[in-house]
Every structure is written in structure tokens, then in C-alpha cells.
């Protein structure tokens, strides 16, 4: 197709009736964006972990302005290859909106902003901001239970190597999961302190950092690599000098000025260990800067006036334009999320199952307030063994972004207790078939717990959080239904019992719960239930 460029030579201005389809296109866009944005400004304001995302207009902004020479000189030429990441970046929203997950509509949002640069202004431009959009993604929360797994990880890693250093300078001290002993005070290193604003400030500098030096791919790799383990040395730093000055100054050296201060002083540290490597790197087979390349005959016809047709930038326009209306009017008038109550209400699920008798406990408001949970019931059941089997299940006739259910993986750990052994398994419950649960052993100094945990979505048992995020979403999208629940059982492990016999107390324990659990949740098709049972009730009439 052979035409004229959509920017003129002589004007260098895109036509009006573009602006006005990418006005059109932004409208739409932030219309549907909506919750996605409030939900993005409250994990901002509201976790200390994200507060490096500040910087973000900042940073990209700068990152704009450092090619302002390139796109000015860069041949605007519309791309079909921009729908790609454009309709992708709606499969996303959608995967978002239907699964209940934020991250994959912040991630989406960024892909369709890239499609829509790309596909309107074309190769040379969406070339010169393809560092933007890849930096934009590291500006991005990470999703709650993934930042919670990493913190508590890191909390742990932090700890064993805080306390390692302080045996080496002759410190005599003992530690428990994420608290430490010191002898004269106990340091507990808090979700605050896990080292994880260290970790994402600096993978974001050593982008920066490897983009200002011009170094090869390879180089930058290397450099964010290397922000991984200099976060995790550093906040261990951070650990031990934070005990050594409450040697000195007792609890006031983890408090107020003092504290931040600290961290300060070993961030400095590790910013500058991000700057020698990356002069070093800068060093190793230091390349040449490469002569420029004659211009292209494809750019030279592009920029006589012999690109592509004008009209294919209204065409792809038109198709993005209406490829958002129609998620916008899905989004506006169509439920995907039809609430799907309890048989009966959680909360009368019996204190005696078979030989297990049991006393209902309560969960605290505060919870309830962050769970956002239907219905549920938590009791420690007791049997022929006398040793106690903690049962929760937490309903949810609903899921949405920011009230789905919680993984116990990201609240189990933590607080003293490690994971020592997990794993998926199987248990056969009688006249119902095998269920699929996640097993866990977690030790705390001298005590165990076995734990069994897995999510009920309909008629199947999920034991992995991913497979569930896309059950809520497969089920939205046919059956229009989000509706599950996390059952959880613990037992303690006594130091004479094997975890086999601390197993078979569990299954026990399950054989007798399950089938009564299964008389209170909707583990089948509602609507193909409630279709058949009119259609008996017509029949019988």
C-alpha cells in the first residue's frame, strides 16, 4: 500500500482526526481504569513497601525526555504489529477482572498503552520508548500474596544471616524463625524490615543505572541480578548493626530518627555497590559507540512521502477504539459475578462431628475487615486422641479484586514458624472420592504443626493458587459464578509422634468433616440444580 506518511514532512503534526481518536481511545481506557486506579493509589498510600513508586512520573518522565531528540526525528508510521500487545493487554484486563487479580490489570494497562504507541506512531518511536514501557513495569505492586511470600522469605534470609554475622564479631545470640535473642533483648525483624524496599529500589536502579551507561543487554542483566543478593547483604547489615546499637542504647536503636537514619546509611551503602559494579561492568569489553547506519530505503521512501496509507492509522485506531467499547459496555452491563450462597450459614456448622466435639472461636474484627470473607467457621476439635485439630473454612459467595480468598502460604508462615516440608496430596473420604489438599509441616524451636489446606471451587478441590485464579476466572466467563472457599486443618506434632500417625489423624478427622462440610457448601452447578429442580417441581404439579 503506498500513500502518504500520517505526519507530513512539511508539518511534522499528526492529523487532528488522529488526536482526536487517541483522545477517544485515553477516555475509554480511564473510564474502565477506574477501580484499577483507586486501587493502585491505595496500595501506594497505604503499604511502605511500594513508596519508591513516587518516583515513577519522575523516572519516566526523564526516560521520555533523554529521546525527545529521537522522536522528534523518528518517521511516524502506523504498525499492524501494535495490535498484538494492544489485544493482549485486554485478554489481560479481562483474565484481571474475571480471576480478581490487580497486578494483571496493572500489567494489562501498560501492554495496551504500548500497542496503542505502537500501532498509531509505529516501529522507530515504540523502539525508542520499549525501555520506558519495560521500566514502568517494575513501578507496578506486585500481587498480595507474592509480596507477602517474598517478605516473609526475606525476613527469614535476613535473619539467619543478621545473626551469622553477629557470631562472627563474638555475639552470643539465638534465633527463632524472624526473632532474634540477644540475651538482653529479643529483636524481632518485622514485615517493615524484611528488606523488601531495599530489593525494589535497587532492581529499579540497576535498570538506571545500566540504561545511563549505554551498557549491553547482557550488563544490565547482571547489574538487576545483582540488586538481589545486594538487598538481601544489605538489610542483614542492617539487622546487625541495628542489635549492636541496642547493645549500646536499648530499644530507643530500633525506634524514631535513629532507625531511619540506619536505613538510610545502608541503603547509601548499597547504592553505591550498585554503582562500582556497574562502572566495572562498564569496563569489561568496553564497546565502541557503532557508526551510524546508512538510512534505510524503506525509511527513505517513508520519510519522501511514500510510507503506508494514512487511513491505516484510522483503521487501527477504529479497531482498538472499538475493541475498548466493547469491554466497556461488557464491564458496565454484563455480571459475570453472580452471588452464590451457602446451603446454610457457616457459623451452624456443629460442635460434635461423629467422635470430634468441638468449641467455635471467633475472629477478631480487624480479620474480618481485611478477609472480606461470607461466612465461615473456626472451632479446635477434639477426638479419641485428645489432641486438639484446629478446622477454618472461610466462604466467599463472591470474588472480586481485593476480596478473593487468602492463601494460607502467605499467614502461616512468619512469626517464628518455617515451612519444613510440603507438598500436594490426596485423601480418600468415603462416598465422595479423593479430595486434593496441600500438606505442610512448620516448626517453631522445639514444636511442630501439620497442616492440610486446599480451596473448594464448586464441585473441585483446588490445592495450587494459581489453578484457582483461573477457576474464578473460567467459572465467571461460563458459569458466571466466582463463589469458593479455603478449608485449613491443624494439629500439633508431639515430640513422641511421627508425622505419618499426625497424618492419619488429620484424614481421620477429614473423613468424618468433609461429608458434613459438603451439606453446607455449593460444591455443584447451581444453575443446572436449580434448572432440574424446577423442572421436577413442573413435573410434579
Known sequence: MMGHNIMTKETNRLPVAVWAGLFLLAAIAIYLYIPVFKRFAQLVSNGQDFDYIYLAPVVLSYLIWDRKADLARAIKKPSFWGLIPFSF???????????????????????????????????????????????????LPFPNFITQLTTQKLQLISSALGVAMLRLLGRSVYREGNVIDLGYHKLQVVEACSGLRYLFALLILGLLMGYIMRLRTWKRLVLVVAAIPIAVLSNAIRIMATAILMEHFGPDAIEGIMHDFEGFLIFGVAFLCMYLLSRILNLISRERPEPKKPEDPG????????????????????????????????????????????????????????DYSGQKALLEQKFL???????????????????????????????????????????????????????????????????????????????????????????RTIDNVWALKWYVFWDALTRQRTDGALVRIITPVPHDESIEKAEKRLDRFLQAAIPELYRFLPTGDTKKAAKQEDQGLAKGS
Open 369 to 459: 475487615n481485611s478477609l472480606h470473607l461470607t461466612s465461615y467457621i473456626m472451632a479446635d476439635y477434639v477426638g479419641p486422641e485428645r489432641i486438639p485439630i484446629n478446622f477454618y473454612v472461610a466462604y466467599y459467595e463472591s470474588q472480586r479484586k481485593g476480596e478473593s480468598i487468602h492463601t494460607p502460604a502467605t499467614c502461616l508462615r512468619g512469626a517464628g514458624w518455617v515451612f519444613t516440608k510440603g507438598g500436594a496430596k490426596t485423601v480418600d473420604i468415603p462416598g465422595i472420592g479423593k479430595i486434593h489438599v496441600r500438606e505442610a509441616l512448620l516448626k517453631k524451636g522445639s514444636q511442630s504443626q501439620l497442616v492440610y489446606y486446599w480451596f473448594q471451587k464448586g464441585e
Open 89 to 139: 493487554g485486554i485478554i489481560l484486563f479481562w483474565l484481571g477482572e474475571l480471576a480478581g487479580e490487580f497486578y494483571t490489570q496493572f500489567v494489562a494497562f501498560i501492554l495496551m498503552a504500548a500497542g496503542a504507541v505502537w500501532a498509531i506512531f509505529g516501529d522507530q518511536v515504540f523502539r525508542y520508548l520499549r525501555f520506558t514501557f519495560v521500566t514502568s513495569l517494575f513501578f
Open 299 to 354: 525509511e527513505q521512501a517513508a520519510s519522501s512521502g511514500k510510507g503506508s496509507n494514512p487511513f491505516l492509522a484510522y483503521s487501527l485506531l477504529a479497531v482498538m477504539v472499538l475493541l475498548m467499547g466493547a469491554s466497556c459496555y461488557t464491564y458496565s452491563f454484563v455480571n459475570f459475578r453472580e452471588a452464590v450462597p451457602t446451603s446454610r450459614p457457616l457459623e451452624e456448622f456443629p460442635s460434635r462431628i461423629g
